[in-house]
């Protein structure tokens, strides 16, 4: 008797735990990523203001903490120009920039000169730092 009892309480419990949450409907955090842009929009930017390329993808771990991070800093900074490009959605600006690792981060200068590459996360406080050394903040 002791074990049909044990057996439903553990039942309920289980039952309890697992539907309570969507009665009360307990939102989860999610943090918002920068949303990907079509290189035909920045393309004309070129040469005209200072600006930074993340070259990523949605289904990238990496590029996902670091998409996080640039909605973060573009939320600071919304007139900031910087852009995330999904490299499957737009291959060609990925061969075009010599994309071999995700995420990479393209520095550009404002006559639209490569000033300098990152591969990888990069922390926030040295990411800005970054972008305001480099004329981009």
Known sequence: MKKILLSISMLVSFLNASWLPSVFNTPQKQEKMLSATDFS???????????MLEFGAT???SCIVMGKMLYKVK????????YFIDIYKDRQTAMKFGIRMIPT????????N???THM????????????KTLGIL
């Open 120 to 131: 990888g996360v990069i922390d926030e406080v040295a990411f800005e730092e970054k972008l």
């Open 105 to 112: 981060q393209k520095y550009l200068d404002k006559d639209g």
């Open 41 to 51: 929009q920045i393309e004309n930017k070129i040469g005209k203001v200072p600006m």
């Open 75 to 82: 939320q600071k900074y919304p007139d900031a120009h910087i």
């Open 114 to 116: 490569l000033i300098e």
């Open 59 to 61: 289904s990238c771990h």
